[in-house]
Every structure is written in structure tokens, then in C-alpha cells.
């Protein structure tokens, strides 16, 4: 039941940016777009969201396309420890049957 | 400081018992959620809980009951557990009573494993 769509895998090389992306066709207009991101053992650890406009933070850039069905989580340089598991979700007060997505196992490469 | 903890990091037990895992956030957030993380990986929302509301993903079994003390404290009890119940569940906070508006801060999760 979830309703984003992301690649299984993506690879990098380190300090190049990687460009993870999401599809979202049937979202709303109060979902939220989420970024988390995990580690093997860990639990999951957030890394930017946004509604409509993009948005930028110390970790990462979210590029929300102009009729939101899609969004691309940007890493401006890639560094060996932002190997992880990438989760786009949509959060919102409906979200009654959340399930994040099997995400994207983004690999970097020294 | 550990912003979002949850006890016990392990939990072995039986078929058909009850078992709780507890969780605290000293953040100050508003609103507390509990996920399930199964063998495959997927992480799905079971309960978020704020002063004024209880969200219950309607697929949850009704085994599954949050209690929250206090708005810094959110636990998970389970009765009857079953063996579909061995996962990894995480407890989250955020602040804001429309949590969703906000980032998540997640607890390291509590591996269950019924035997």
C-alpha cells in the first residue's frame, strides 16, 4: 500500500551528487514529501521534506516538480557515509495506512 | 542525550504472551508514533499519538495497544503475541500536533523475536 515508487539501487561515486528519485502520481494536496534515510541496525533518521516548494537544508536538496507527482532527493557531494537505505514517503493527517516503501539502496563508491 | 530511547533493545519471548516495550523522547514533541519494520524490510506506521488524538492504522490487530503516560513517554503492549509479531519496532516523535508537517526523530528500535 505505499504510495511512492523509488528505484531499488542507485550507485555513486564519492563527492560527485547523487540524484535519488520518487514518484508520487496519486499524491494529495496536504501530503507531505518525506526524506529518510537508514542504516543497517539503525532506525531510520530524517533528512529533508517539503509541500510544494523546494527546499534546501544542510544535508540534502528536495527538487518537488510543479505538479508534485514526483521529487528528487539531491546529494550535493556523496561521502562514504551516506551509503544507506533512501525512504520517500507521504505524511499527512490521513495517513491511517502509512507504509514507507522498499526505498533505495544507494551505494558510494570511493 | 538520547532523544528518542526505547527498552528493551532485545526481546525474546514465547507465543502467547504479553509483552510491553516502552518509549521516551526528551524532545518536547507533540506527537509519538510506533512502527513495525518486518524481515522484509518495510516499515509500516501502527499508531501515531498526540495530547488530543490516537491514529490507528486500521490493519493493526487490536493485540496491539499504545499507552501513553505522559506526552514524553509512548509504550507499545502486546498480548497474545504471535509469530508474526517478531520484527523490529520503532517509536518516533515530532513536534507539532499535526505531526506530519514536521520531521520525525527516530528511537533505535527493539528487535522482537517470538519463539
Known amino acids: 500500500d505505499a504510495k511512492t515508487t523509488q528505484p531499488n539501487s542507485m550507485e555513486s561515486n564519492e563527492e560527485e551528487p547523487v540524484h535519488l528519485p520518487c514518484n508520487h502520481s496519486?499524491?494529495?494536496?496536504?501530503?507531505?514529501i518525506h526524506w529518510y534515510r537508514q542504516l543497517p541496525s539503525q532506525g531510520p533518521e530524517y533528512v529533508i521534506h517539503?509541500?510544494?516548494s523546494n527546499v534546501n537544508n544542510r544535508m540534502a536538496s528536495l527538487a518537488i516538480a510543479e505538479d508534485r507527482k514526483s521529487s528528487t532527493l539531491i546529494l550535493h557531494r556523496a561521502t562514504l557515509r551516506d551509503a544507506a537505505v533512501y525512504y520517500c514517503i507521504l505524511l499527512s493527517g490521513s495517513a491511517r495506512q502509512l507504509t514507507f516503501g522498499s526505498g533505495t539502496q544507494l551505494t558510494v563508491l570511493p | 542525550d538520547t532523544a528518542v530511547s526505547q527498552t528493551p533493545k532485545y526481546l525474546v519471548t514465547q507465543m502467547g504472551n504479553d509483552k510491553s516495550i516502552k518509549c521516551e523522547q526528551n524532545?518536547?514533541?507533540?506527537?509519538m508514533y510506533w512502527y513495525k519494520q518486518d524481515s522484509k524490510k518495510f516499515l509500516k506506521i501502527m499508531f501515531s499519538?498526540?495530547?488530543?488524538?490516537?491514529?490507528i492504522n486500521e490493519t493493526v490487530p487490536n493485540r496491539f495497544s499504545p499507552k501513553s503516560p505522559d506526552k514524553a513517554h509512548l509504550n507499545l503492549h502486546i498480548n497474545s503475541l504471535e509469530l508474526g509479531d517478531s520484527a523490529v519496532y520503532f517509536c518516533?516523535?515530532?513536534?507539532?500536533?499535526?505531526?506530519?508537517?514536521?520531521?520525525?526523530?527516530f528511537g533505535p528500535g527493539t528487535r522482537l523475536t517470538v519463539t
Open positions: 524532545l518536547g514533541h507533540d506527537t
Open positions: 517539503g509541500l510544494t
Open positions: 496519486t499524491i494529495s494536496g496536504t501530503d507531505y
Open positions: 499519538y498526540n495530547n488530543k488524538e490516537l491514529i
Open positions: 518516533a516523535s515530532s513536534r507539532g500536533v499535526e505531526g506530519w508537517a514536521y520531521e520525525q526523530y
